[in-house]
């Protein structure tokens, strides 16, 4: 109880919401992608430098999700990536509304929809869809992850030089210099790297084992917020920015427990806490 008379919101029945509206945007941006395809014409706009681009479709599927969390979920605030907005007391929801959207411009496949319900800071709910492929990963907090109703499970890798390791990259260029260093470092501890351009996508693929675990920094809350709950409802060990200063002040990492640690300790001998 929060209160009196007051119920703790239902994460399952959040994450009903969640996946709802994310689907029915994720149908928006495939609209918009095929008529891109088709020779359409997409605006373009910039952010924190000429290669951190923001399109017109980014805005219209934020318009919409903030339109249908506002028929379904009356009076609780919204926090996008493109809009902003503040957390608020009770349940908030958090927005991307094209994650990966490089991906989107240039006709890749790796873009996704994210929408997630936090209560305090923390996701309590989430739901990540892939307009291309249709495919809707979920989470509830205490009720596990799922990928089309299919139960997710991390892998367990019994080294870290045995793990496959998700990452990303900021568009800042004297920042991506530095992640690029550290990465750099890092390919000598793991198996291989893997760079898809979607930061929800790529905690996703750590709770269907499809990598074994993801580390990168510069993500914002709408970045991780649905993805992060579903690699942790998987059985993934989750740091997320502001958590672990040794790693950086904005480092997120998720891992099967068997090499979470050694992932740390790798990823501060190679100098994350100065990326």
Request: proline fraction near 5%; charged fraction near 20%.
């Amino acid at each position: 109880m929060v209160g009196m008379g007051v119920t703790e919101p239902e994460p399952t029945a959040l994450a009903v919401v969640a996946e709802q509206v994310a689907a029915e945007a994720a149908e928006l941006v495939l609209h918009a992608r095929e008529s891109m395809l088709a020779g359409g014409e997409v605006a373009v706009d910039t952010k924190t430098s000429k290669t951190d681009v923001v399109t017109a479709v980014d805005h219209e599927s934020e318009r919409f999700i903030r339109a249908r969390l506002a028929e379904l979920r009356p009076g609780e605030p919204v926090l996008g990536e493109e809009a902003g907005g503040q957390l608020g007391a009770g349940v908030t929801w958090v927005v991307d509304p094209i994650d990966g959207t490089v991906n989107f411009l240039y006709g890749l496949p790796e873009f996704a929809v994210s929408v997630a319900a936090q209560v305090g800071g923390v996701s309590v709910a989430g739901a990540v869809v892939e307009p291309v492929s249709g495919r809707r990963w979920t989470a509830a907090r205490g009720a596990g992850s799922w990928l089309d109703g299919r139960r997710l499970r991390v892998n367990a890798p019994e080294r870290l030089d045995l793990a496959l390791l998700g990452t990303g990259f900021a568009y800042v260029p004297e920042r991506r210099a530095r992640q690029a260093e550290l990465i750099a470092g890092l390919l000598g501890h793991v198996r291989d790297i893997r760079r898809p351009g979607a930061a929800s996508l790529d905690l996703c693929a750590v709770a269907a084992g499809w990598t074994d675990a993801y580390f990168e920094h510069g993500l914002k809350r709408w970045d991780w917020a649905a993805g992060a709950l579903i690699a942790e409802e998987a059985g993934a060990v989750v740091s997320l920015p502001g958590t672990d200063p040794e790693l950086g002040v904005d480092a997120t990492l998720a891992a099967p427990p068997s090499i979470a640690e050694a992932l740390r300790v790798a990823a501060i001998k190679c100098g994350a806490a100065t990326v």
